[in-house]
Each structure stands twice: as structure tokens, then as C-alpha cells.
């Protein structure tokens, strides 16, 4: 079963960041999973809310600052004043981080995104060699279709903030390797579960923090949980 560490390690670490990341890579994760918007001028950068304001000292949204801006805030201070100082990294240092051999990269694109924006996320990814250890997922089925045009072969995960209607039919259009709903859908549908698992499409719910649920989760037959608690994963998954 795969560990996802969410946002890095980011039970320990301010999440999005690279010392997170690092943390991810020691906790034992086999998935390190990052959000990834782009800056005023292109730049790609990783952080999760479409504005600044709650993980750095600045405020605005990421789309209308430009990368200068955003590498002057502090995103470390509103975690622990251990992590004074740290920065929102580029996709660019945290990719040069990750490429060593290790775990793969869960990696979402967050919308607003444009064709010319996924192309250079992945033209990026592609750079490192690593298409072959990522994933791409987002919740915008717009986005996903965007990963297939222009890298066809890297494997692509739905996000579902809930099952409905929609889901089976947007996961064979967009062929993806994996759905990955809220744990309260996993629990709660074992019906959509069945389906889409007999089509051969895994399940990493999110986000498994409380230990209590893990093993009902594991019993569902998910292919992973994605936690902020990668390292007490790592040590449940070895000794269960």
C-alpha cells in the first residue's frame, strides 16, 4: 500500500516546502504528494491555496504576484518559529530535490491552469526524468485532460471531493491510473469502490490522519492513504 506523504511530511514540517519534502523522503513515503500553481510571470512554484496569505507573511493571490515577490515571504514562521525563513520553493528546486532515487511524485496541478502552464509543469518534470515516477492529478477534469495532450504517457489520477454521477464516466474519459476521493466516500460507498477497482482504477483517499481508520481503509482495498503522518504509516504499514 502505497504511503503518500501530504504536502511532504507536513505533520512535522510546514507543508509545501523542502524541508517537508526532505522529511517525506526519511519518513519512508512511497508517494511525496505537492500542489503546484504558477506566479504572475510564469514561474512554477509549489504551494497549495490560490493565495499567500495563510502559509507566508504576505498576502494576495499566487496568479498576480510575480515569483520575486513570492521568494521574499517567510513560509516557515507561521509553522514553528524553527522554520523561520524558509521559502515557497519553485517546482524547479523541489523536482532537483526529489530526482534522486526515491519515492514518486504525486503531483496536482491546482486550477486555474492553462495549456501553456501544464506544458511547462511538464516539460519541467520531463527534464528531471521523472514522467515515469509521477502522477498528475488534479480535481479539474479540464486539467487532467490538458496533462494527457501534452505528456500522453505520464500516468494521471481524478481528484473527487465526493462520488456522484460523474465519476465513472470522467475516469474512463480520462483513462487515469488512479481516483482519489475523501476518506468519508471510501467508507460510505463501497459500491462506487467495487466499480471502479473491478475497472482496474486504484484508490488513495485523503487525507488519513487518524490511525483508527487506517486499518478499515486497508480492508476497503485502497492502494494508498495520503496522510500528514507518513512516518507513523511507514511504521503501521510494516508491522500490520
Not at 87 to 103: E, F, I, K, N, Y
Amino acid at each position: 500500500m502505497h504511503r503518500v506523504a501530504h504536502r511532504g511530511y507536513s505533520a512535522v514540517a510546514p507543508e509545501n516546502t523542502l524541508p517537508a519534502f526532505a522529511a517525506a523522503v526519511r519518513g519512508g513515503a512511497t508517494l511525496v504528494e505537492l500542489d503546484v500553481r504558477t506566479t504572475l510571470d510564469d514561474v512554477p512554484v509549489v504551494i497549495h491555496d490560490r493565495t499567500v496569505d495563510r502559509t507566508t507573511s504576505g498576502s494576495g493571490y499566487v496568479w498576480d504576484l510575480s515569483y520575486s515577490a513570492i521568494a521574499a515571504l517567510d513560509a516557515g514562521s507561521w509553522f514553528s518559529p524553527a522554520y523561520a525563513g524558509v521559502r515557497v520553493p519553485t517546482l524547479d528546486a523541489t523536482l532537483s530535490l526529489l530526482a534522486a532515487p526515491g519515492p514518486d511524485l504525486l503531483l496536482e496541478i491546482k486550477r486555474p491552469a492553462t495549456l501553456p502552464q501544464v506544458k511547462t509543469i511538464m516539460e519541467m518534470v520531463g527534464s528531471y526524468g521523472l514522467l515515469d515516477r509521477t502522477i498528475v492529478q488534479s480535481f479539474d477534469p479540464e486539467v487532467v485532460r490538458l496533462a494527457r495532450e501534452v505528456a500522453p504517457s505520464v500516468r494521471r489520477a481524478l481528484l473527487r471531493l465526493r462520488f456522484d454521477a460523474e465519476t465513472v464516466p470522467l475516469v474512463e474519459e480520462l483513462e487515469v491510473a488512479f481516483c482519489n476521493p475523501s476518506i468519508a466516500d471510501v467508507l460510505g460507498d463501497p459500491a462506487t469502490v467495487a466499480e471502479l477497482t473491478s475497472r482496474g482504477v486504484d484508490l488513495m483517499p485523503w487525507t488519513a490522519n487518524d490511525l483508527t481508520v487506517w486499518p478499515e481503509l486497508a480492508a476497503a482495498g485502497v492502494a494508498g492513504l495520503i496522510t500528514d503522518r507518513v512516518a507513523e504509516l511507514t511504521g503501521w504499514s510494516t508491522t500490520r
